[in-house]
């Protein structure tokens, strides 16, 4: 319903950001791109802290709006947001949408994961379609792969799935009574060079060692998944890690190649490698960045981030522990 001034007083949600443990990297071949059907399972664990608030405000304005911390975009940046808008309700009003990132936007942080998941919950709730939590996250996954983790909170696995209309691409909580923090250590500001599709796209196309990123990541994930059932840090972290290096292989070994690492992010790994040489549990991974999340027990938290904010060229240092699921928040005034 618009009121007078032509806008409904609009529904706002917020999403955190998650971290893959085992990547999403690579999309399905052959089937509806406008799907975004990965190549992969994954399995992540969503964060406490960085997320992304969104607010959806019905319009009779005659276009849509896209407003990003404070700024108005446009370009191919702000017609993804309103495909999404169509993808929710084909045939809907007009919409302002507010998002404010509390994660760097774009920096291999995951902004697209929180922002997509916020906006699948805002847009649903605005244009009034009644969704379960696993259709949510099967419409926040066309926005951007990683999103459709971020509508369950703690640890959420994405299943690949099979089928070519992607219903049983599905994301679903995983049970553990594993207690982790995630500490994210931040190797660069700015804007990441290649973003991820570019990145996956360029690797699945010509890197001779994707074909093996794809055979041997089901066994991965099902490490992922015993260990969680254990309650395993080790083997947890150890296949998280193991994961990894292969996804930034078979990036680099892309043509043209694809490297997200800098000089400070190989300075972190050298002392992740050291500290656990020295006895402490503490697992690197990075995504479509610089930047290394590191894998540990609560009780190490504080001594770790201490550690690593020392290394030169680090710029900061956050603890996170595992967050909860997507939410509506109050509808906006
Ligand atoms: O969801 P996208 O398109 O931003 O891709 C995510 C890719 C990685 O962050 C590198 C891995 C992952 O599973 O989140």
Redesign the pocket.
């Known amino acids: 319903m618009l009121g007078s001034a032509g806008r409904s007083s609009g529904i706002s949600a917020y999403a955190h950001t998650?971290?893959?443990l085992v990547?999403?990297?690579g999309k399905r071949s052959g089937v509806d791109r406008s799907l975004n059907l990965p190549a992969v399972g994954?399995l992540?664990l969503t964060l406490d802290r960085f997320g992304t608030e969104t607010t959806v405000e019905l319009t009779d304005e005659s276009g849509d709006r896209f407003v990003l911390d404070g700024n108005v975009v446009s370009g191919p940046e702000a017609e993804r947001v309103f495909r999404f808008l169509d993808l929710v309700k084909p045939r809907r009003s007009r919409a302002v949408v507010t998002s404010r990132n509390d994660v760097p936007t774009a920096a291999?942080l995951?902004s697209?994961?929180s922002g997509f998941a916020a906006l699948a919950v805002a847009a649903a709730a605005a244009f009034d379609v009644a969704l379960s939590p696993a259709q949510l996250s099967q419409l926040a996954r066309r926005g951007?792969?990683?999103?459709a983790?971020s509508i369950f909170g703690g640890f959420v696995e994405l299943t690949r799935g099979a089928r070519d209309d992607g219903e049983d691409c599905v994301a679903r909580p995983l049970e553990t009574a594993l207690d982790v923090r995630l500490l994210v250590v931040r190797c660069a500001t700015g804007r990441k060079h290649t973003?991820?599709?570019r990145g996956?796209d360029v690797t699945a196309q010509t890197s001779p060692y994707f074909a093996a990123w794809v055979e041997t990541h089901e066994a991965d994930l099902r490490r992922a998944r015993e260990a969680l059932a254990a309650s395993d840090l080790e083997r947890l972290g150890s296949v998280m890690e193991h994961n990894t290096m292969k996804?930034h292989a078979s990036a680099l070994a892309a043509d043209p190649w694809v490297l997200y690492m800098n000089g400070t992010t190989l300075a972190v790994l050298h002392e992740v490698r050291a500290l656990r040489q020295a006895g402490v549990g503490a697992w690197a991974t990075m995504?479509?960045g610089p930047h290394v999340k590191v894998l540990c027990a609560p009780a190490d938290a504080a001594r770790l981030s201490q550690a690593f904010a020392t290394v030169p060229g680090v710029l900061g240092v956050e603890v996170c522990a595992p967050g909860g699921a997507a939410r509506v928040l109050e509808a906006a005034r």
């Open positions: 998650n971290i893959a990547k999403y990297w994954s992540s291999g995951a697209s994961a951007s792969g990683s999103a983790r973003d991820s599709t996956m996804m995504d479509a």
